[in-house]
C-alpha cells in the first residue's frame, strides 16, 4: 500500500484545514488508519485513528472535539478535518496503514505497516 497526503498548509489560529490520505491498491477497507504528528524537536504522537469499516473512531485529548477523521472505501481516501485551529497543533501529519485486525493498539504508532509521506500544518497566532 502506498499512501499519499495532501491538503497542509498554513492557517491562523481558530481556521480550519481538510487533510487527504490517498491509498493505492484495491485493498484499502482492509487496514485501519490513523493520523499521526510530529512537531519540530518532538517526538511523533498519535493524532486519531478510524477502524475498516469506518465504524469506530479515536482520538487524542488534545484534539477531541476539533478533528474529525473520516474514510471514503469508494474513493480509497481517509480524511481528517481540523476545525479551531491552535498554534500547538502545527507539525507534519503522517497518514498510516495498519493491517492488525486488533483496534485496541491503533493508538500505537508501532500497530501501522504503511507510512505515508507526511504534510506540513502551520498554524500561526
Known amino acids: 500500500v502506498q499512501l499519499q497526503a495532501s491538503g497542509g498548509g498554513s492557517v491562523q489560529a481558530g481556521g480550519s484545514l481538510r487533510l487527504s490520505c490517498a491509498a493505492s491498491g484495491r485493498t484499502f477497507s482492509s487496514y485501519a488508519m490513523g493520523w499521526f504528528r510530529q512537531a519540530p524537536g518532538k517526538e511523533r504522537e498519535f493524532v486519531t485513528a478510524i477502524t475498516r469499516n469506518g465504524g469506530n473512531t479515536y482520538y487524542a485529548d488534545s484534539v477531541k472535539g476539533r478533528f474529525t477523521i473520516s474514510r471514503d472505501n469508494a474513493k480509497n481516501t481517509v480524511y481528517l478535518q481540523m476545525n479551531s485551529l491552535k498554534p500547538e497543533d502545527t507539525a507534519v501529519y503522517y497518514c498510516?496503514?495498519?493491517?492488525?485486525?486488533?483496534?485496541?493498539?491503533?493508538?500505537?504508532?508501532?500497530?501501522?505497516?504503511?507510512w505515508g509521506q507526511g504534510t506540513q500544518v502551520t498554524v500561526s497566532s
Open positions: 498510516a496503514a495498519a493491517r492488525a485486525q486488533d483496534n485496541s493498539w491503533l493508538r500505537v504508532g508501532t500497530s501501522y505497516d504503511y
